[in-house]
């Protein structure tokens, strides 16, 4: 693909820095976001801004959306001013907010149905990896659909893989979720224990973090714990919808994870005390 008209909707902490490396490689982005001062810088670098998605996708060749809840996803697709309202045939639909497989699939089908070919591409790496332009991109959909994209993509993403037919994609993320669950347990027992035996943390972090214990977890969040900086590359109300959803899977296909079952109730009450709209680091605050 060439340089592309692209509509983004959703420009929340990673959507904001996708659109600034679409803009940045000469597309035409139009963004829609609920709250319209949140697009202003990205208006003030070049990008248009529009009042619901069907106008942010009049007109354009694709359309990127990272927006936070399923439900959030039905209406941007469904919805009386959605994109499926002024999609045309031959138009490529991307939903990188992680959902429901089931609802990948609903979308991909309906698409089919208008001559529109749809993707579920969830994403891992947080604010630093769409800053950085480095996420992991989990795609489920058709493969010639993701062969048409792959390089606008790279524009953002470092490890781009096709997962398999629709919904696929939000399968491979609720794997990568449920590492993470687990995986930050053991970060904050980590930081706990150690500060309870008197060491330097950041000591700590320089012989563990590059052993066998590393994880990105590790290595990019415990150095926020240990300066009690809480702010959102991941929130963890978003954290908690996740887990629901790879759960609620799990459920369906017959499958026990205490593992994860045990992060989500620990999450869950973070919440309850006020912690949703922080980054998913403040699970230290449980200990």
């Given at each position: 693909m060439g340089k592309e008209r692209i509509a983004f909707i959703g420009t929340g902490v990673m959507g904001a820095?996708?659109?600034?490396?679409?803009?940045?490689?000469?597309?035409?982005?139009?963004?829609?976001?609920?709250?319209?001062?949140?697009?202003?810088?990205l208006v003030a670098l070049g990008a248009t801004w529009a009042s619901s998605p069907a106008e942010a996708f009049k007109n354009k060749d694709l359309a990127f959306t990272m927006v936070g809840y399923p439900s959030d996803v039905e209406e941007v697709y469904f919805g009386d001013n959605g994109l499926f309202q002024s999609a045309e045939t031959g138009n490529i639909l991307i939903d990188m907010t992680t959902s429901e497989p089931t609802l990948a699939k609903q979308i991909f089908t309906h698409a089919q149905t208008l001559?529109?070919?749809a993707l579920d591409a969830p994403v891992s790496g947080g604010d630093i990896g769409a800053q950085n332009g480095t996420?992991?991109?989990?795609?489920?959909?058709?493969?010639?659909?993701?062969?048409?994209?792959l390089e606008v993509m790279k524009h953002f993403g470092e490890n781009i893989v096709y997962q398999g037919?629709?919904?696929a994609g939000q399968h491979a993320k609720m794997c990568n979720q449920i590492v993470i669950a687990s995986g930050m347990i053991g970060v904050c027992e980590s930081l706990a224990y150690g500060l309870k035996a008197g060491l330097d943390l950041p000591t700590v972090l320089q012989s563990i973090a590059s052993g066998a214990a590393g994880s990105w977890s590790?290595?990019?969040?415990?150095?926020r714990m240990i300066n009690d900086d809480y702010a959102p590359g991941f929130y963890i109300k978003h954290f908690v919808k996740d887990m629901k959803i790879a759960l609620d899977e799990s459920k369906k296909m017959g499958i026990s994870l205490p593992g994860l079952t045990l992060a989500?109730?620990?999450y869950e009450k973070l919440i309850e005390e006020g912690y949703g709209e922080y980054g998913t680091q403040a699970l230290l605050k449980a200990y």
């Open positions: 820095s996708i659109v600034k490396h679409l803009l940045h490689n000469g597309h035409e982005v139009t963004v829609y976001t609920r709250t319209k001062e949140k697009a202003e810088p001559g529109v070919e996420l992991s991109i989990m795609v489920g959909g058709s493969k010639a659909t993701f062969d048409k994209v037919e629709a919904g590790l290595s990019n969040l415990a150095p989500y109730e620990m």
